[in-house]
């Protein structure tokens, strides 16, 4: 369906999580878009780190992609997309101005995989509630044209995501932004894998929430145990209810209580330098 219309719009814009650029991009969206104007949104920037959205959103932009950074809850920086729309088209606005179709409309086709906040963005940019929106995958069924103004039209798209993960890093990077059911892994090695991650890129953040020593010997596992003890999550004999700090954990970082992290790094960068 994306493929067919393709050819009725002038840019692709791909909506991506700030705190996982690269494991929220669907792959197949270069092939899909070749060849058309691309714009880059990185949303949830008030979750991610801030050090680490500048180093991607450079990234992007060496890739030849406009990019603009927004919080899709707030509002903050939706007020950029439609300028970065017509800067990124503005060869293709001057063309249109010479042959007499200045008043022609700039239409644009958005994707993102699901949960990535793309029809809370989209509603912003529309100034009312056109596209569906919700803290839960799959509520975009169909494509629907939705107006931003006089002369921009949006193509709201389904999230989709593809065949299979590249990774099994991948599809554990999904799940604990919540772009997939973290139901379908299981929970206590997400978490246990998520708090080793913690541990080596943001240890003042299990410091600062848990009050655990982020020992780089000790497994994930073994920091999750901690992390439920200092909480006081026992179960019978006073073992560690595993199952519960799990959960906390989870919906804490989805919270933003951990602090604002970033769990990967651009490919050219540091990878001590953010996640």
Request: charged fraction near 30%.
């Amino acid at each position: 369906m994306m493929e067919e219309s393709l050819s009725s719009v002038d840019a692709l814009c791909e909506i991506l999580d700030a705190r996982i650029p690269n494991a929220s991009r669907n792959p197949e969206i270069d092939a899909l878009a070749s060849g058309k104007p691309r714009l880059v949104v990185l949303n949830r920037t008030d979750l991610a780190d801030p050090a680490a959205t500048k180093q991607w959103k450079a990234w992007f932009e060496r890739q030849g992609f406009a990019v603009i950074e927004t919080d899709a809850r707030s509002g903050k920086g939706s007020n950029t997309f439609a300028p970065a729309v017509r800067t990124l088209l503005a060869g293709q606005i001057e063309r249109w101005r010479e042959k007499g179709q200045s008043g022609r409309k700039i239409r644009v086709m958005v994707a993102g995989i699901p949960n990535v906040g793309k029809s809370t963005l989209i509603n912003r940019l529309a100034g009312r509630k056109a596209a569906a929106a919700g803290d839960r995958p799959g509520l975009t069924r169909g494509k629907q044209w939705i107006t931003v103004d006089a002369g921009l039209e949006l193509l709201d798209t389904p999230g989709i995501l593809w065949p299979k993960f590249d990774s099994q890093e991948t599809g554990e990077l999904l799940a604990i932004t919540n772009a997939i059911k973290a139901e379908i892994l299981d929970r206590e090695a997400l978490a246990a894998g998520f708090m080793k991650r913690l541990c080596r890129y943001y240890p003042q953040a299990l410091r600062d929430r848990y009050r655990i020593e982020p020992d780089p010997e000790k497994s994930g596992y073994e920091l999750l145990e901690a992390a439920a003890g200092k909480r006081g999550f026992l179960i019978s004999g006073g073992e560690a209810d595993l199952e519960r700090m799990a959960n906390t954990l989870l919906t804490e970082y989805h919270s933003g209580r951990l602090g604002r992290l970033t769990l990967e790094s651009p490919p050219e960068s540091d990878p001590s330098a953010a996640l």
